[in-house]
């Protein structure tokens, strides 16, 4: 079964910055593409961002297009999701989730199109 663990999470102030971290436990990511998805207290789970397996595709959300920046590091076994320039509205839990056969296109990406998730992380901008 794959596992996916998110890390990064934390309280930080309007205008600061984090580095999500989603990790693999038991098998590799280079051959899954990954999504990053988020989801507000009493909000639906909204596509972020998507980066695909060999990582010269990627898409986001146009609420966070230009201040987020997906990655990853096959070596690693990791995908990352930088966010600078945080807002209270991106307060949330934040998941990573793989899938091994999903297009990636200029659409940000939905969770239907995702089979394996982690447990989330949360991420809470305040002041």
């Known amino acids: 079964q794959l596992q996916l663990v998110e890390s990064g999470g934390e309280l930080v102030q309007p205008g600061g910055s984090l580095r999500l971290s989603c990790a693999a436990s038991?098998?590799?990511?280079?051959?899954?593409?990954i999504g990053w998805f988020r989801q507000a207290p009493g909000k639906e789970r909204e596509g972020i961002s998507c980066?695909?397996?060999?990582?010269?595709?990627?898409n986001y959300a146009d609420s966070v297009k230009g201040r987020f920046t997906i990655s990853r590091d096959n070596a690693r076994n990791t995908v990352y999701l930088q966010m600078n320039s945080l807002k209270p509205q991106d307060t949330g839990v934040y998941y990573c989730?793989?899938?091994?056969?999903?297009?990636?296109?200029?659409?940000?990406?939905?969770?239907?199109?995702?089979?394996?998730w982690g447990q989330g992380t949360q991420v809470t901008v305040s002041s």
């Open positions: 989730a793989a899938d091994p056969y999903l297009e990636v296109t200029d659409t940000p990406p939905f969770p239907i199109d995702f089979g394996s």
């Open positions: 038991g098998f590799s990511l280079e051959h899954y593409v």
């Open positions: 980066i695909s397996i060999s990582g010269d595709k990627s």
